[in-house]
């Protein structure tokens, strides 16, 4: 079998115990990562709700937890490739869980991604500009030509 190489703009981050790797300048990741914290914030909102309902049941609150950790996982695979191990690179911590800082781990992880994400958006719509005026000078010129 031959092999087909191309570049496809993949980068590789050393995140937790492990590497994420996915093509920050694309932009249909940065509208999935954008959608992942609307997610996120919904998620929050419906274990709190769900937590009130359980009340002082700990192995159900353990349990809603571990379904939401793994709701949110398959949300970071959607957004970033099925290729990534969000479990493995944060060494099978819950992403709901409370750090240090009192914020939530996913809302660490998200604001660590974030400035990724931004320049990869920036960059992408950079490009697409010089793009536009490359065809447009083109047409001038073309234009110019003809005239």
């Known amino acids: 079998m031959e092999k087909i190489q191309f570049d496809s703009g993949l980068k590789r981050y050393k995140l937790g115990q492990g590497v994420l790797q996915f093509n920050p300048n694309d932009p249909n990741v940065y509208a999935r990562f954008l959608e992942a914290v609307d997610k996120l914030k919904d998620l929050e909102t419906q274990l709190g709700k769900q937590a009130q309902v359980l009340g002082e049941d700990g192995a ?14 398959q949300t970071l695979d959607w957004v970033f490739g099925s290729g990534n191990d969000f479990d493995a690179m944060l060494g099978g911590v819950n992403l709901l869980a409370v750090a240090e800082n009192g914020e939530r781990v996913a809302t660490n992880l998200f604001a660590a991604l ?30 110019t030509a003809e005239g």
């Not at 159900?60 to 996982?73: F, G, I, P």
């Not at 320049?119 to 010129?141: D, L, N, P």
């Open 114 to 143: 974030e400035p990724v994400m931004v320049a990869g958006a920036e960059s992408c719509a950079a490009g697409r500009a010089a793009q536009a005026v490359r065809k447009a000078q083109k047409r001038r010129g073309e234009q």
């Open 60 to 73: 159900a609150l353990v349990q809603l937890m571990q379904d939401a950790d793994k709701k949110m996982k």
